[in-house]
């Protein structure tokens, strides 16, 4: 009997490591992770990306959403990256990815330039992880030093990048089920909607807040009346599909002013002002606290960042280095890389400023 309860005990330890194993293997990111091999890759990225950014300042919130999408869609492993082969369904033709995503081009010079310094050492994935840090630094947010050492995938999943990426209409209970699948909560979820405080949206996005809000013929009640006109005129009903500021304050920036900006009805989007304007909300009381203090909501997007950049990760022997990061590595041999150009939509009309 007592050799009986030794053995189940012993069963139960296994059960116990094997099934808490897996979860630390996974956390095994580190920021030195690169000490040896690739000490000057945070230099190096930084270069490409303040360089871009001079001539584009909108490609540092372009980086980060492209971070974000990666990591959403089966983990932070660079598979929003690979293009569409004989093998893969490319995540960029995704719904909300379509048409929208910028920065793949970007992601391939920072490639190229950390191939040249540290050949086949450097992953996709963490190149978009440290573009990130890197953005929110020259956007004008927070530094933090990046947890590393993820693996790039070798498949991509563009049915899953339609379910999990959650949408502009969504209401305030459908994005926290969309951040808790990532493991992530509502604090996490007005964090990193603060990154909407830069870049910009398309009109389509907004047609119906402006002018039939969910059937109604009206537009969204949730929406500051001279904001509203002025969003009307960059959007006309029926016209073309033109490029609107998140931040019509500091619209390059990341600061707290898009929390006051949620405070005053102007949220751009309908899952930026259901976290403000959704009666009783938990939310409401985290966007006032970020509203006020600017170091309390970049502490929190610090933490959320690192949070959300380790959702997924591959690690250890799984997955791989990309060699180009469009391609899974037996592919690229396949393919002439030099004449693959990322099929990125960048060549968009200039902004109207609000
Ligand atoms: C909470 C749910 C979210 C929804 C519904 C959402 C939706 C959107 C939409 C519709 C756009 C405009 C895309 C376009 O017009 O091409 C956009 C842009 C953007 N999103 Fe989000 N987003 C969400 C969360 C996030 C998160 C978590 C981040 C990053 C941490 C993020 C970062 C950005 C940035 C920086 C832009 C501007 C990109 C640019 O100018 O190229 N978003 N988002």
């Known amino acids: 009997m007592k050799s009986f309860h030794l053995t189940v005990t012993a069963l139960c330890c296994v059960v116990v490591v094997l099934g808490v194993l897996p979860l630390s293997l996974d956390a095994q990111l580190d920021p030195s992770f690169y000490r040896d091999t690739c000490p000057r890759v945070h230099s190096i990225v930084r270069e490409v990306v303040r360089n871009v950014s001079k001539k584009d300042p909108r490609m540092l919130a372009s980086l980060i959403r492209l971070h974000f999408h990666d990591c959403f869609v089966q983990g932070c492993d660079a598979s929003v990256l690979l293009n569409n082969t004989a093998t893969i369904e490319s995540e960029q033709q995704a719904l909300p990815n379509n048409n929208s995503l910028r920065g793949l081009d970007v992601v391939n010079d920072i490639k190229t330039a950390v191939e040249k310094a540290c050949p086949g050492v450097v992953s996709c994935a963490d190149i978009l992880t440290l573009a990130s840090e ?111 500021n998140f931040d019509p304050v500091t619209p390059d920036k990341i600061d707290r002013v898009y929390f006051s900006n949620l405070q005053v009805k102007k949220g751009l989007l309908q899952s930026d002002q259901e976290l403000f304007s959704t009666p009783g909300a938990d939310t409401i009381p985290i966007v006032n606290r970020f509203s006020s203090d600017q170091k309390v909501f970049f502490d929190a997007f610090e933490a959320s960042m690192i949070k959300m950049g380790n959702i997924g990760v591959l690690t250890g022997k799984k997955g791989e280095i990309r060699k180009h990061c469009n391609f899974v590595n037996k592919k690229s041999v396949e393919v002439d890389i030099a004449s693959v150009a990322s099929e990125e939509s960048s060549t968009e009309g200039m902004v109207t400023s609000i």
Not at 140 to 156: C, H, I, N, Y
Not at 215 to 234: E, F, S, V
């Open 134 to 244: 890197i953005s929110s630094v020259l956007g004008g947010g927070p530094d933090w030093k990046v947890p590393l050492g993820r693996r790039d995938s070798l498949t991509a999943n563009r049915n899953l990048a339609n379910q999990n990426l959650p949408a502009p209409f969504f209401n305030l209970s459908r994005l926290k089920s969309a951040f808790a699948v990532q493991g992530l909560d509502t604090t996490d979820l007005v964090a990193l909607s603060g990154a909407h405080t830069f870049g910009r949206a398309h009109c389509n996005f907004i047609l119906d807040r402006l002018y039939n809000f969910s059937g109604t013929g009206k537009p969204d009640p949730t929406l500051d009346t001279t904001y509203l006109q002025q969003l009307r005129q960059i959007c006309p009903n029926g016209g073309p599909n033109n490029l609107v």
